[in-house]
T-cell receptor
């Protein structure tokens, strides 16, 4: 398996523009996580899905952020409109959650470095 | 709710010296615990994990960690630091919420290795 695949690796956009980040989890995994990493706030969990259903989106900073998982092999994180403070590295990770809620380790993608100017 | 605390955002050691990165967790049930490493401009990579059984777990690159329930700790150690160990290290705990689970990460510890 190629691991978790994120695209694009780098994104530079102007303030106010819509940004869409993409993630393909590892085949067979049933949990997917979106994290944001900044120097100031560290690694923050934005949202996670289990079996394509959003379970906890309490980390999504505001309504400008939305995430979808239309099927088991694809997820998007959208920011509309984007702002300079959204500049960060966004990671997608996937794992296999067994019955009973026990996750094996999460496998991370290489991240998308977003710069909003 | 579960949480993870990493003591010390920056740790500096000399090459060849012992590495000790501290992690404490809070959990109402026996947790799964993880250590991840992040090299510059890369994603997070699993170093080691504790699930059940032996409390001393060994990982990649000579690292190991010991689960101490009485101290709610899962500290990461390596007997002899190498320059290539310089990176950021994250401790994480698996949440037992229902049938889903999520990974909760600490704030990270940056390890500097001096020649």
């Amino acid at each position: 398996d190629a691991g978790v695949i994120q695209s694009p690796r780098h994104e530079v956009t102007e303030m106010g523009q819509e940004v869409t980040l993409r993630c393909k989890p590892i085949s067979g995994h049933n949990s997917l996580f979106w994290y944001r990493q900044t120097m100031m706030r560290g690694l923050e969990l934005l949202i996670y899905f289990n079996n394509n259903v959003p379970i906890d989106d309490s980390g999504m900073p505001e309504d400008r952020f939305s995430a979808k998982m239309p099927n088991a092999s694809f997820s998007t994180l959208k920011i509309q409109p984007s702002e300079p403070r959204d500049s960060a590295v966004y990671f997608c990770a996937s794992s296999l959650a067994h019955v009973g809620g026990l996750n094996t380790e999460a496998f991370f993608g290489q991240g998308t470095r977003l710069t909003v100017v | 709710a579960q949480s993870v605390t990493q003591l010390g955002s920056h740790v500096s050691v000399s090459e060849g010296a012992l590495v000790l990165l501290r992690c404490n967790y809070s959990s109402s049930v026996p947790p799964y615990l993880f250590w991840y490493v992040q090299y510059p401009n890369q994603g997070l990579q699993l170093l080691l994990k504790y699930t059940t059984g032996a409390t001393l777990v060994k990982g990649i690159n000579g690292f190991e960690a010991e689960f101490k329930k009485s101290e709610t700790s899962f500290h990461l150690t390596k007997p002899s630091a190498h320059m290539s160990d310089a990176a950021e290290y994250f401790c994480a705990v698996s949440d037992f919420s229902g049938n889903t689970g999520k990974l909760i990460f600490g704030q990270g510890t940056t390890l500097q290795v001096k020649p």
